[in-house]
């Protein structure tokens, strides 16, 4: 068993109050729906298998249009099981079934169905389940979102809480409040209704928040696709092997398992892995939209906004200490308040006019490092890159590959192609043989190819990556397209000179 325990950016701006709030609803829920939700499972679950056997014992006996409904669903969802209750050879389930098996008279079934019919419709009027949980046949409005806060069991309920944590509380960081509670709940209802359209007729009541929380999965997908992620493994008799693995590969792993599972066993797992996988892309959908809309750099600035207007006492004490030249006192309490807000913009700036007064060149450099690097995830190009001047002009050298990576992907973005070609060259020298200089070849030989029009470069690039010691599964169609692009450009740039 696979079981994340943390990954790389367990802090966050400020408290995750959606967060929080949505996990303490589904556990107050859970505890005041445990109970109800069990008897009505074994109350239901009696007569209703009750009616399926007596249904395929007697197949010319009437029933009422809902209770036909959710025969017919068994019928056509479990033909092997439906098979198996007719033969007439099958191992007598109960007592119940044992008084039918002895019942030949007509008027007697059909007042027994009529009786369990009745039973039947009596539960599901009053049944949470009915009522709340989603149901693809007849599906409530309101289930829609109930059914999002209604779990099976205490490792259903706990499994779904802990993965809302780990990828919700950074997202709800990056979006804020607003934009990430509607995703939440739209991304619930879309992975019901993808369930449904992929089993329109069942009567099997579907509840758990994992579509959403699948949703928040493929949306830290592509916020974060290089976090590392770390994973306890456990196996044998309770031992265990920790390992970390990037986000751009595990979850897409999980993502083809779900399809995988859905495609062999549907309902019969009594796991909804298409609605898992419905949330899950519904999920890298919404991350995109932000992302190119600018909404989420929006909502970004306006956190920063707030976070400024409320600085914490300890910036607020800092600045004073370094007013009055009490640099290392300043220091002390900026690495305290560090060690609990690593993504603080204004700390950071901080610290690293401390060390430059105090001319401590490592230590400034480490600080101005850090300092680009919350200006890239923030989206700030034009800070970052002061930085990173600001890093070189000081005598700084070689960035951490991944840093450098985002850097050159700023620059790309500005257009600024020249240089982001530049940069990318720098990293591939540095960094020999990883996946962040492979990663860098296959985009200098994008810009070569699509913005500067080299295509002879673009194809060194490109074969250079190709033959890459690095494995790059994930690149090969693209590094083929490109080299194929590359080579056609070039034949049509030698028949253009040559006419």
Request: hydrophobic residues 50%; negative net charge.
């Amino acid at each position: 068993m696979l079981i994340p325990i943390r990954h790389e950016n367990m802090t966050a701006r400020r408290w995750p109050v959606i967060t929080l709030a949505l996990i303490v609803m589904n556990i107050v829920i859970f505890v005041m729906t445990d109970s109800a939700l069990k008897e009505d499972a074994r109350q239901l679950g009696e007569v209703r298998a009750h009616v399926i056997m007596l249904a395929a014992m007697h197949p010319e006996l009437q029933m009422p249009e809902q209770v036909e409904r959710m025969v017919k669903d068994f019928r056509e969802h479990n033909p092997d099981l439906w098979k198996m209750v007719q033969s007439e050879n099958r191992s007598i389930a109960d007592a119940w079934d044992a008084r039918m098996r002895l019942t030949s008279d007509e008027f007697r079934l059909q007042d027994e169905m009529d009786t369990l019919a009745k039973q039947y419709s009596q539960l599901a009027s009053s049944s949470l389940v009915e009522h709340y949980a989603f149901i693809p046949a007849h599906p409530a409005a309101i289930s829609y979102i109930t059914a999002n806060f209604l779990h099976g069991g205490w490792l259903h309920l706990i499994g779904n809480m802990w993965f809302l944590w780990l990828a919700g509380f950074v997202l709800e960081d990056n979006w804020g409040r607003i934009l990430y509670t509607l995703i939440y709940f739209v991304a619930g209802a879309a992975a019901l209704q993808i369930h449904a359209f992929v089993h329109p007729g069942s009567t099997t009541a579907v509840l758990g928040a994992s579509g959403a929380v699948a949703a928040l999965m493929g949306a830290f997908l592509v916020r974060f696709p290089n976090m590392k992620i770390e994973m306890l493994w456990l196996f044998g008799f309770f031992r265990t092997y920790r390992f970390k693995a990037a986000a751009y590969w595990l979850l897409p792993l999980w993502l083809l398992l779900e399809i995988f599972y859905g495609t062999l066993f549907g309902q019969i797992s009594g796991v909804a892995h298409w609605a898992h996988v419905g949330g899950f892309v519904f999920g890298v959908m919404a991350a995109l939209v932000l992302r190119f809309t600018g909404l989420e750099h929006k909502a970004n600035e306006a956190i920063d906004e707030k976070v400024s207007w409320n600085h914490d006492p300890a910036i607020i004490q800092a600045t004073e200490l370094v007013e009055q030249n009490q640099l290392d006192q300043a220091l002390e309490v900026l690495n305290k308040f560090l060690a609990t807000n690593p993504n603080s913009v204004d700390a950071a700036t901080l610290v690293q006019q401390i060390h430059w007064r105090k001319s401590d060149m490592p230590a400034f450099h480490q600080a101005t490092l850090k300092l680009c690097s919350l200006h890239t995830r923030a989206k700030e190009p034009d800070l970052a890159w002061q930085c990173y001047e600001e890093f070189r002009n000081t005598g700084g050298e070689d960035l951490p590959a991944s840093n450098w990576f985002d850097l050159c992907r700023a620059a790309e973005q500005q257009g600024r192609n020249d240089v982001a070609l530049e940069e990318y060259q720098k990293l591939i020298a540095a960094y020999p043989g990883t996946r962040d200089a492979l990663m860098a070849q296959v985009a200098a030989g994008r810009i070569c190819l699509a913005q500067l029009q080299r295509p002879e470069e673009a194809l060194k690039f490109y074969e250079a990556a190709d033959t890459s010691t690095v494995p790059h599964l994930d690149w090969e169609q693209t590094i083929a397209a490109g080299i194929r692009s590359a080579k056609a450009a070039m034949t049509g740039a030698q028949a253009a000179t040559a006419r």
